[in-house]
């Protein structure tokens, strides 16, 4: 999803570098010890201090690489796999992964329920996947949704994190709900504007109850209460296209998109400003927003902002790290934009850098070479037309992997 910011997490995202601002978790521990790395893990993406956004950058990757159909380097799946605590969380980095988890870990929903997305859809990791979903379960807030921490006031890029994870392993947001019987739809709901405030969602309540529209927070509120992870499927064309009171997460996502395609009318992107600094083009955002008007079905209003983001986006991930071009994979994949040539760039090939090579294609055995194989171990009673069918279904499924990388209305 988006940058991640919150008033808890101010002090200590402004120490991220580039790359973790450019898709950073919701918000971080302000005690959050930052561990000294002298030398970096061989399997992690990115080389800036991972003390912040590890987990979460690496599931990043991992989940974009999937998507445009690149199998991860074992040793980067590896180096995800073993940042789990026994209990099923992720922190954002742990330097000894040997070491048990105490108190002192500062875990977070963030990374665990972007490491779910990430292992849930490389398959083969049921156990670690379990474990995680248990825990984000049991960090359910009364309100039906989540804060960054267990036990942190609920906001709005939290909850839909959580909401993707869910969704990720097929589970239904609306069968989980907290002790006061309260599901992640009722959480966001409450963190929606009004249709005279603008239809937004704010990322949480000000001290006096208020809800400030961000479109941080709208953008990543958008998939939640669409009940979508982080790779999307293009919504059906949206006959709602204005504010109305929402009833329930699914029209509070609507008018949220709406909010956003409005916003996006006059500049094609969105803007931030740091403390007295003027307003610039937030890329980061802007490719969220496109991602999220995509799942609501307003893919005419994403036209011009991702012709912004193809222009623009490139430089930004080069600068930013792999989180930006895992980021840019995703909108890619959302609008069925083909993410080896996005703006003239290839982003696979931009993300792949930033880490462990992948497997090569090389490494790959053709379906030829498996039909030849599989007829040298069974014997000569296996018939030619046996070795065409193995070819032809092989090359079935892999005209089906393409086919639904560059399907616009996909994932």
């Known amino acids: 999803m988006t940058v991640r910011r919150s008033a808890l997490a101010l002090t200590a995202l402004t120490a991220l570098t580039a790359a973790s601002a450019a898709f950073a978790p919701a918000a971080v521990a302000e005690d959050s010890p930052a ?11 990115g080389d800036s201090d991972p003390a912040y956004d590890g987990v979460y950058r690496q599931s990043l990757a ?4 999937h998507t445009a159909g690149v199998e991860p380097a074992a040793k980067a799946v590896d180096w995800l796999t073993g940042q789990q605590c026994e209990d099923g ?4 980095f742990r330097a000894d992964p040997s070491a048990d988890c105490d108190a002192k870990t500062q875990v977070d929903t963030n990374q665990t329920a972007t490491a779910v997305q990430a292992l849930a859809a490389l398959g083969g990791h049921d156990e670690a996947v379990g474990k995680a979903v248990g825990w984000l379960k049991a960090a359910q807030n009364d309100d039906g949704g989540w804060g ?8 709005t890029n939290s909850t839909s994190l959580v909401v993707g994870a869910l969704a990720a392993t097929g589970t239904k947001a609306d069968t989980v709900t907290s002790k006061k019987d309260k599901t992640p739809e009722d959480a966001l709901l409450g963190l929606s504007l009004k249709c005279a405030d603008g239809g937004a969602f704010a990322f949480q309540p000000e001290k006096n109850g208020d809800l400030t529209a961000n479109e941080d927070a709208t953008a990543a509120g958008v998939l939640g209460g669409l009940g979508s992870s982080l790779v999307v499927t293009e919504g059906e064309s949206a006959a709602q296209t204005a504010c109305e009171e929402p009833a329930d997460a699914r029209a509070a996502a609507a008018n949220g998109a709406a909010h956003l395609a409005d916003v996006l009318k006059k500049d094609g992107h969105l803007t931030s400003a740091m403390p007295g600094a003027e307003d610039q083009p937030d890329t980061g955002n802007t490719a969220d927003a496109v991602t999220a008007l995509h799942a609501a079905g307003l893919t005419d209003a994403a036209k011009k902002p991702l012709a912004w983001l193809e222009k623009n986006g ?17 909108t890619a994949h959302a609008t069925g934009t083909d993410p080896r040539s996005f703006g003239g760039t290839d982003l696979v090939a931009g993300l792949n850098a930033t880490g462990p090579a992948p497997k090569s294609a090389e490494d790959t055995p053709s379906a030829e070479d498996s039909a030849k194989q599989a007829a040298d171990e069974d014997g000569p009673q296996i018939s030619v037309w046996w070795i065409v069918g193995v070819g032809l279904l092989v090359g079935a499924g ?14």
């Open 35 to 45: 561990p000294s790395v002298k030398k970096l893990p061989s399997g992690l993406y």
């Open 62 to 65: 991992l989940l974009a690489q």
């Open 89 to 92: 969380s992720f922190a954002p």
């Open 148 to 155: 960054y921490v267990p036990g942190g006031d609920t906001d």
């Open 314 to 330: 490139p430089a930004w991930a080069k600068q930013s790290g792999p989180s930006a071009w895992a980021q840019l994979v995703l």
């Open 398 to 411: 892999v005209g089906l992997m393409i086919s639904l990388r560059n399907k616009s209305g996909r994932k």
